[in-house]
């Protein structure tokens, strides 16, 4: 009898043990507290300055351990020409390189600094060192992560401007005529809002979906480069990777954020990697 209240007791305790160790697990990680979207400073649209170059943000991105990534194109830390858009090739700027976001920038000047962080992911970076070929991939996968600072945290909002959402990720591609929407913030520009909101028609898929080709109704320019692309139903859908000028002059082209983030998941080591979605519901009317 004495070994029977033994064995339950023993039992009793591994049983605690054991459920002390899975509620942890089993509890989720706490909402981050967004900043109102009325009033945060750092959002997708806006400025992202790196050694001087100046790109857009796309969308808002956090992990498991609570950090928040801001994402650009990763051919904004690039170190060649503007023509160089193999991501397997080109130079880049490592890891840990310090960036800034701005209000303000334009072609005089690079604005007021409203927040800082650091190069945590690049797609460029990583395909090389993984030694990626693909061609397609190589072309199209521009995606990098800015960690934001614990210091700025405070003043991120996920919602683009404007539009609202993003409400998820499209995972099937465009379709030619499909409705885009989307948020520049060039610096070229001279920082006039009312030319940031755009209204664009895809012109289909290419390169296996990791492309989709595209006209706005007023055109991608540098400085708008990374910024992202939702869909008619606010789904994010890419990222602005480069401006065409053959066989589709004026076009531009976004790669396909579902494939990007996938690739970035399975590559970054950043644990719980996900999109964060919009605290405003989107809308597809100015």
């Not at 064995?7 to 605690?16: D, G, L």
């Not at 070929?133 to 992560?145: F, G």
């Not at 589709?248 to 976004?254: C, D, K, R």
Request: aromatic share 6%; hydrophobic share 35%.
């Amino acid at each position: 009898m004495v070994r029977t209240r033994s064995v339950r007791r023993a039992a009793a305790f591994a049983a605690t043990a054991l459920t002390a160790a899975l509620v942890p697990a089993l509890i989720p990680a706490p909402a981050h507290a967004w900043a109102p979207a009325d009033t945060a400073t750092i959002t997708p649209g806006v400025q992202m300055y790196t050694k001087g170059a100046q790109c857009t943000a796309n969308f808002v991105y956090t992990d498991s351990a609570a950090n928040v990534y801001v994402g650009y194109a990763a051919h904004c830390a690039g170190l060649g020409e503007a023509t160089d858009t193999n991501g397997c090739a080109a130079k880049s700027l490592p890891l840990g390189t310090p960036v800034t976001f701005n209000e303000g920038g334009s072609l005089l000047t690079e604005g007021t600094v409203i927040g800082k962080g650091t190069l945590a992911y690049s797609s460029w970076v990583t395909m090389q060192q993984r030694g990626t070929t693909d061609e397609n991939t190589c072309a199209y996968n521009d995606l990098a992560l800015v960690k934001v600072s614990s210091g700025d945290k405070g003043k991120v909002n996920p919602s683009v401007p404007i539009w609202g959402g993003p409400t998820g990720i499209d995972t099937d591609g465009t379709a030619a005529g499909d409705r885009v929407y989307s948020y520049g913030n060039s610096s070229v520009r001279a920082d006039l809002d009312l030319l940031s909101p755009k209204i664009g028609l895809s012109l289909g898929d290419s390169g296996t979906r990791w492309s989709h080709p595209l006209y706005n109704l007023t055109p991608g320019i540098p400085g708008d480069s990374g910024s992202g692309f939702l869909s008619s139903e606010g789904k994010a859908v890419g990222t602005l990777s480069t401006l065409g000028l053959l066989p589709l002059p004026g076009s531009n082209n976004i790669g396909d954020l579902d494939l990007e983030l996938e690739y970035a998941q399975a590559t970054s080591g950043i644990s719980g990697l996900r999109l964060v979605h919009g605290t405003e519901p989107f809308t597809g009317v100015l």
